[in-house]
């Protein structure tokens, strides 16, 4: 009787965390240049708040602040992935399988938990987006007699 060499569907290799490398440059990617265009538009709204006073305005700085903090958490949380990542790769490489399992499916977390960060900005985002919209299609009282 010949014995049969199963493989466990869930082991892992050193080659599984290599895996999420160019996911992560992507997401950077994306979330410099939300922190850009922010950062862009917070100068814009700056200028015309200190020019007109107007609370809609103030209302939409504020919410890019609120979304600044998000995407130097959903950064944080994705350099601290990476970095679980890197630390599974040198676990495995030191032949540390169970503790590699562990950092990986942590970096995963980490990840994780930037995208749903990222996905509350983006909501925020529309909530700004909103606001503008509003400020454009707001009737504005013109007689027309003047």
Partial sequence: ?????????????ITTPALLFP??????LAYAN???????RIRELHDRFNK???PLTQKQI??????????????????TGIIS???????????????ASYAFSLSMLLIVLSLL???????????????????ISEPKDISPLS
Avoid at 62 to 79: N, Y
């Fill in 117 to 135: 960060t990222s996905m509350r900005e983006l909501l925020i985002s529309t909530k700004a987006l909103n606001l503008e919209l509003e400020e």
């Fill in 62 to 79: 504020e919410s890019l602040k609120q979304r600044i903090r998000l995407i130097i958490i959903m950064q944080l949380l994705a350099v």
């Fill in 1 to 13: 009787m010949t014995q049969r060499k199963t493989t466990d569907p869930m082991s892992m290799t």
């Fill in 52 to 54: 007109t006073r107007n």
């Fill in 85 to 99: 990542c890197v630390i599974s790769i040198g676990l495995m490489f030191f032949n540390l399988p169970q503790a």
């Fill in 23 to 28: 996911a992560i440059s992507v997401l950077f």
């Fill in 34 to 40: 939300r922190f850009l265009a922010i950062a862009k």
